[in-house]
């Protein structure tokens, strides 16, 4: 066995805590946006984008050139303007404490908000005119959008959807998905629900009478924002802190075996999966037909990564980084790496072209950091 010194190049704190995310039955189609995220057990479909952080996010709209999110901060609402990559170029202030949705249209954006035990939606301009507002039914969430002529406004507590005019006047009102509704959105033919009834988010498409004629699953379990840029939809997770770019005419995913899909990685067109409840390491096709699988040489494996022409497969040891293996296609290993500096728990593994990168936990911490590595 070839001793590995486990030569550190450079440490980083990762930005947040990892929070705790439901396991997918799903396995998403990556952009190339996403490749360059190193959370590997996060598995997000095409572009994502990071947002102005700690604050909380509800309600998210496109005005043609950028996004607009209405955040709670410091006892007030801000809304503010970033770009397609996530820099924020500009803000207005809004009345109230609380976020209930937010509406771009053309120049105009609309922000619903509570304050006091009371509910209002204001109109501003992108400079922070405001130009009208008015009372609404009560609501601390829900979610607000704007179809050309009328809004929709969103009252999670009582599970309502309301159709609006310009002026607060109740065209319609019918029931909504759940007392989980947290924004609404259009797509020009169609009313659309983010719901985050009991972890199970889904994004719902509705008839006029409110009525669910479709839906698919959010890629994060607290969908808090939602709009609508052909043919892209763009959900905001509030815990993950992320914008996801969906095309659902597309296929995003596909449904993987019955095994535990624990970490993976691509082969151009396959996929390698990593069972550690099982020791298996399985090779999937496009469709997620299973088409081979071999033991895994670790029976605490910790990551898997495809380097161009073999396999590597991470392990761990009780609470400590293991060793790193080198395998062939058919799961003959070729040679293995050895830390003996007490490197923490692994908890997956990607590599850049040059080094490898894990992400790891310290024994009864709940503190993880990424660690870059390199063979010696």
Not at 24 to 35: E, L
Not at 115 to 141: C, D, Q
Request: aromatic share 16%.
């Amino acid at each position: 066995m070839t001793a590995w010194s486990g030569h550190i190049v450079s440490l980083l704190k990762k930005p947040y805590p990892f929070q705790s995310e439901r396991k997918s039955n799903y396995v998403f189609h990556i952009g190339p946006a996403a490749a360059a995220c190193l959370i590997l057990w996060i598995f997000q479909p095409f572009d994502l984008h990071k947002i102005p952080r700690n604050h909380i996010y509800k309600g998210l709209g496109f005005d043609g050139t950028g996004f607009w999110g209405a955040a709670e901060v410091s006892g007030q609402i801000r809304v503010y303007k970033f770009t397609m990559s996530g820099t924020a170029i500009d803000s207005v202030v809004c009345p109230g404490t609380l976020v209930c949705g937010l509406a771009c249209n053309g120049g105009r954006i609309w922000v619903a908000s509570w304050s006091f035990g009371s509910s209002a939606i204001y109109k501003f301009n992108h400079s922070g005119t405001m130009l009208l507002s008015f009372a609404v039914e009560t609501s601390s969430s829900g979610g607000l959008t704007f179809d050309g002529a009328y809004l929709w406004y969103a009252r999670s507590s009582s599970n309502q959807i309301y159709k609006m005019d310009t002026t607060g006047s109740v065209m319609t009102s019918f029931a909504g998905t759940s007392n989980s509704m947290h924004d609404l959105a259009f797509d020009g033919a169609n009313l659309w629900v983010a719901d985050a009834t009991n972890e199970n988010a889904r994004i719902c498409k509705l008839s006029a009478s409110g009525s669910v004629l479709s839906s698919f699953t959010s890629p994060g379990d607290h969908p808090y924002g939602l709009t609508f840029n052909g043919p892209y939809w763009y959900v905001f997770d509030q815990v993950m802190q992320k914008i996801y770019r969906i095309n659902p005419a597309a296929v995003n995913y596909f449904s993987k075996p019955a095994l535990n899909a624990d970490y993976l990685t691509t082969q151009g067109s396959y996929y390698w999966v990593v069972d550690k409840s099982a020791y298996l390491v399985y090779k999937l096709d496009q469709s997620g037909t299973k088409l081979t699988d071999f033991q895994s040489p670790s029976t605490q494996p910790a990551g898997i990564v495809y380097d161009g022409t073999n396999l590597w497969v991470l392990s761990g040891y009780g609470y400590t980084f293991d060793k790193l293996y080198k395998l062939n296609l058919s799961g003959t290993v070729i040679s293995s790496y050895q830390s003996w500096e007490g490197l923490p728990e692994p908890y997956g593994l990607a590599y850049d072209g040059s080094h490898f990168w894990y992400i790891g936990k310290p024994a009864f911490q709940q503190v993880f950091k990424m660690y870059k590595l390199k063979i010696q």
